[in-house]
């Protein structure tokens, strides 16, 4: 994760000089700073975000997403039911190069609140001869899967850059955050209880260890308001 | 715009790090669950009873013939086999030698105890029965000695005798005798006159050539106290508790007629049971040995309901041969003499085990308890124990104000206690019992690790809360383990042999071998039985 980290900032600071700003934008110094807000819907959810022009090239912005989504559903091979929680959610710190008319490359560093939350528990009584056994008494078994909570971001993105002459810019981006192998959290209870080994946990862990980015893809709108 | 060559290399630059990172967050997302098992700890039986059926001559696990067991009493709908599964016809089957029992929907205390009786057939051994009781929710032991009619123990003779009947009467005088015991001297007679009318269960006349069997079992002999039928502690007709008895002496009384029929009654004619009491035979009722005169009860034993059923009184007489009890006969039955020990508790003194040396937790051992009142140290049971140390261990239903002595064995295994036997004044005392365990050698304790599943479900595991037993692959004492979430203790054993260890569900003896080396865990897998595996749907 570091040396992308390192990569990523090369890119951002290496790069910025390579053209003239005025090459492309036509707008002088002294138009910037350039501070705009912003909608914004991506593969983390719905957020806002702060964006600053500090000169035609290069862009400042500040974003925050969330999205959470509940649902239900079997885990099969457990013949149990599962409640699963998934939570997107990020806070972004990013700059973007413009290094086309309406090309720019952005990296930054994410604070990734994304987690996901299986809760698996059976629903029925089970009877077996004398023995009735209630779902409380056989209890639940709640995995939750988590990436690592900061992570760098490499994207591309089209959209004009804000600018003096336009009241609003509309992005779109593509990219993503790396966020290392999901660490796995494994409780249980009941007569589930030993479902929770760490044996079990490392297995999930595993299985899960080649998912090191998660995709963005976002649109922006983003207003100018000084 | 300008497009210079530094902008076309940077920007290819760009979106080969771009693709490669698409790549890699494009991946096929893998079912965290994929490989990982649903383990269940299948631990809701809070009440079970592991028992181990053997040869009461040699002592040995019958594990060639399956025994039929058949519960009875008031709690009999609450016993189901110890994965919870309830035979509606009350009857249940040994694997191997070995059977497991539970009770559920009922929790045991001393207020409310748990009786039932367990009848115990078996081809070619004398049937009996045992009144089980629980004060506490725990995992028990019993073991069950059968005596097998062909090989039988100290203490036991038997003897049979044919005569003809015709239309039903017996055409000859049929008299049969035992052998005398070699330890008392004692022998028992039964003598039918001819003209008397044989007659079946159903009221059906004898036909053919009959025969008749007479057993004595001795009151001196430890063997042959343990094996009578239905036990030194019985349930009673009519009695909501088991007695306890001091015997006198047991004797069976069968006869078959030409088709097999059982004969049940007779008539016209009476006949003589004569019956030798052993010398030293103690009167609790006198506080004294018994002499000529003392009445003793006559309990009939009926094996199939596991209940004695209080006859009558009868006497015992001096003759020259010594005492005799002498009585008439209308019905063929199974009569024990004896006097009921009728102050018992539900809960005694709880026993603590202690060691400075033994290596493990708990240890199986068997305590012999007999009575000290007659001076003749007369066994009145022996009480297999899963002890703990430090961990009180209460024993259940025992003789109140009556002096015992006990010693515990610890079969196949160093490990003995402090002091070779104890002596108890009252084992009804709430005084703690403190016993010190002395590891008599330094051996390995392994553990073994097991699971079962459903071949149609191999993602669940169930891991077994049960009672276990092992021994010596080359050994045929049996030691019992307790295994809690699928993980039992087996200790002192020695590294470089083999063990072997199983457990009984379901009707079913799983075993598995464990060569002992350096290694602590061992691990066992069960395909577990159609009838679990029909039932592990949520």
Known sequence: MKKILIISCILLTGMLPAHSQDDYYGGSSGDYPIVGIGVAVNTFGPGLEVDVAINPSFNIRLSGNYFQYVYTGNISRWKVYGNYTATFGNIGLTADWNFGRIIHLSGGVVYNMTQQIIDGSPQNNYSFGLVQVTPEQIGNVEITITPNKIGPYLGLGLGLPLDRNHLASFFFDVGAVYHGKPKVELEANGMLHPTASSGQAKIMKENLEKITFYPLIAMRLVFRII | ?538
């Open chain 2, 1 to 538: 715009m300008k497009i210079t060559a530094s902008t076309i290399v940077k920007s290819s630059l760009i979106l080969l790090l771009f693709f490669a990172m698409a790549a890699g967050a494009c991946k096929k997302i893998k079912d965290p669950t994929e490989g990982a098992k649903l383990i269940v700890d299948y631990n809701l039986i809070k009440t079970s009873w592991s028992l181990k059926f053997i040869d009461a001559a040699t002592g040995e696990i019958i594990n060639n013939s399956e025994v039929e067991i058949r519960v009875n009493g008031q709690y009999k709908d609450d016993v189901c086999d110890i994965t919870g599964v309830l035979h509606t016809d009350y009857i249940y089957h040994s694997k191997e030698g070995f059977f497991g029992c539970a009770v559920y929907n009922v929790k045991p205390d001393p207020d409310n105890p748990v009786i039932f009786d367990l009848s115990f057939s078996c081809q070619g051994y004398i049937p009996t029965s045992v009144p089980v009781v629980a004060t506490r929710e725990d995992h028990f032991i019993m073991e069950i000695p059968l005596v097998n009619y062909n090989n039988l123990p100290n203490g036991v003779v038997m003897q049979l005798a044919t005569a003809q009947t015709n239309n039903g009467i017996l055409t000859e005088n049929l008299q049969v005798t035992t052998a005398a015991i070699p330890t008392t001297g004692k022998t028992a007679s039964l003598t039918i006159p001819a003209g008397t009318v044989l007659k079946t269960g159903d009221g059906s006349m004898a036909n053919g050539s009959v025969e008749a069997t007479l057993i004595l079992f001795s009151n001196m002999d430890d063997e042959s106290l343990q094996a009578i039928p239905g036990g030194l502690i019985a349930s009673v007709e009519g009695a909501t508790d088991p007695k306890m008895f001091f015997s006198a002496g047991f004797v069976i009384i069968e006869m078959t007629d030409g088709s097999g029929n059982k004969i049940v009654t007779l008539e016209g004619g009476e006949a003589t049971l004569e019956v030798g009491v052993a010398d030293q035979t103690y009167n609790p009722d006198e506080g004294r040995p018994a002499l000529g005169g003392d009445e003793v009860s006559l309990w009939s034993y009926y094996a199939p309901n596991g209940e004695r059923k209080y006859e009558d009184r009868t006497v015992t007489v001096n003759t020259k041969n010594g005492l005799m009890i002498s009585l008439n006969l209308n019905q063929l039955a199974w009569l024990g003499f004896d006097w009921a020990w009728n102050s018992m508790c539900w809960d005694g003194a709880p026993l603590i085990f202690n060691s400075q040396d033994y290596g493990c937790d708990c240890i199986y051992l068997e305590a012999i308890v007999r009575e000290e009142l007659s001076g003749n140290n007369n066994i009145l049971f022996t009480l297999p124990v899963y002890a703990c140390l430090g961990e009180e261990y209460p024993i259940t239903f025992m003789p109140a104000s009556l002096p015992v002595s006990i010693e515990f064995e610890a079969p196949c295994s160093p490990t003995h206690t402090a002091q070779q036997t104890y002596y108890f004044n009252d084992l009804c005392s709430q005084e703690i019992i403190y016993i010190e365990l002395i590891s008599g050698q330094n051996l390995s304790n392994v553990i073994l690790d097991v699971s079962g599943y459903c071949p149609e479900e191999p993602d669940i595991i169930i891991r077994p809360t049960v009672g276990a037993w092992f021994r010596n692959i080359n050994d045929w004492c049996w030691r019992w383990t307790f295994m809690t979430n699928g993980y039992a203790n087996i200790c002192d054993v020695q590294i470089g042999e083999t063990y072997v260890v199983g457990i009984y569900y379901d009707g079913e003896w799983e075993e598995t071998e464990v060569y002992v080396t350096q290694e602590v865990y061992y691990y066992h897998q069960i395909e577990l039985t159609y009838d679990i595996c029909n039932n592990l749907n949520y």
